[in-house]
């Protein structure tokens, strides 16, 4: 399952979607608890384990349709640059896609050259429709995992703790320790202070699950 992830989901897209994951099941837990103020922790835990699933479910399929769009931006795009019978237009709006993403890396001389050669490679093989992939389902489902896996122990101390009010409690702990011990990993993973990055991203996690809930989700 690990193996799966890994080659379905790049690094920054595995943290993203365990932080929202978190925070999302941060929410969900009081938002289950405010609506079910006399229910007991089997009841809890249905219901927690339940939005968390709907929530991997939604996110996965969101996934899913980005990826299509962003594909779908890239073929209007080509299509815009092949319709353009000026060279140095069409260089342009490739320009315009690219140059972000390679300016750190080349000089001028060494853009325009790259950008010739995917004009003309354009102009050789056309654009296919944009379509839904394997890749895109792959990726789906990787995210649905990731986001139920890392929401798991969150849920768990409901089946452990009879107690509602202690299992919230430690639901809490766990959550936020989880939200730590991520913002440690990605501090490693940008080379920033580990220290620095859990202790933030805790506190951006319960400030966004203050937000959350105080609004209703």
């Known amino acids: 399952m690990k193996s799966f992830i890994e080659r379905n989901l790049d690094p920054a897209g595995r943290l993203g979607e365990i932080l929202f994951g978190l925070i999302m099941a941060l929410g969900f837990t009081g938002a289950v608890r405010l609506g079910h103020e006399d229910a007991d922790s089997r009841a809890l835990f249905t219901g927690i384990l339940g939005c968390n699933l709907a929530w991997a479910i ?21 299509r815009h640059v092949l319709a353009t019978t000026d060279e140095a237009a069409a260089i342009r709006l490739i320009a315009g896609e690219m140059d972000a993403r390679v300016e750190a890396l080349t000089s001028p001389e060494q853009r325009a050259e790259l950008y010739r050669g995917m004009l003309a490679r354009l102009r050789n093989l056309g654009v296919e429709p944009a379509r839904f992939t394997r890749d895109d389902f792959l990726g789906a ?10 929401t798991l122990p969150i849920v768990v101390p409901y ?30 993973v940008v080379g920033a202070g580990p220290w620095k990055i859990g202790a933030g991203l805790t506190l951006i996690g319960l400030a966004l699950v203050g937000v959350t809930i105080v609004l209703g989700g």
Request: net charge positive; charged share 20%.
């Open 58 to 78: 939604v996110d996965g399929v969101m996934y899913a349709l980005t990826e299509l769009f962003e594909r779908g931006r890239i073929v209007r795009l080509a």
């Open 159 to 188: 089946l452990i703790f009879g107690d509602p009010e202690r299992a919230v409690r430690i639901s809490n702990v766990v959550a936020l320790a989880l939200l730590f011990l991520l913002g440690m990993w990605w501090g490693k």
């Open 141 to 150: 489902a990787a995210v649905a995992l990731i986001i139920m896996i890392s």
